[in-house]
């Protein structure tokens, strides 16, 4: 079992910079796959970036590539995402997850969420 809890969310203006963090819980965290994901209003939740269990491996949505960085602390079972360059459509729920499969942008493929933090970019 993996318990996860995201924090960092705020309001930015466009251009700004945020990070997110995530807390995860759990004596096995170093061997989960971990991802972004995040969800706009009247929109389906949507891949944003995963990590490898050694962190040896990124993968990024499109839209969020050359300006979100993920990263992960296994010895402080952290996970992290690196925000600078916001735009108005980044604004969103912004979700944790974690999978103890492949990496995958597939929300169906993570067992176990956050319950999310806002951000919101304003023009």
């Known amino acids: 079992q993996v318990q996860l809890v995201e924090s960092g969310g705020g309001l930015v203006q466009a251009g700004g910079s945020l990070r997110l963090s995530c807390a995860a819980s759990?004596?096995?965290?170093?061997?989960?796959?971990m991802g972004w994901f995040r969800q706009a209003p009247g929109k389906e939740r949507e891949f944003v970036a995963a990590?490898?269990?050694?962190?040896?491996?990124?993968n990024y949505a499109d839209s969020v590539k050359g300006r979100f960085t993920i990263s992960r602390d296994n010895a402080r079972n952290m996970v992290y995402l690196q925000m600078n360059s916001l735009k108005r459509e980044d604004t969103a729920v912004y979700y944790c997850?974690?999978?103890?499969?492949?990496?995958?942008?597939?929300?169906?493929?993570?067992?176990?969420w956050g319950q999310g933090t806002q951000v919101t970019v304003s023009s």
């Open positions: 997850a974690a999978t103890d499969g492949w990496s995958s942008p597939s929300t169906r493929e993570y067992d176990y």
């Open positions: 759990g004596r096995t965290f170093s061997s989960y796959v």
């Open positions: 990590i490898t269990w050694s962190g040896g491996s990124t």
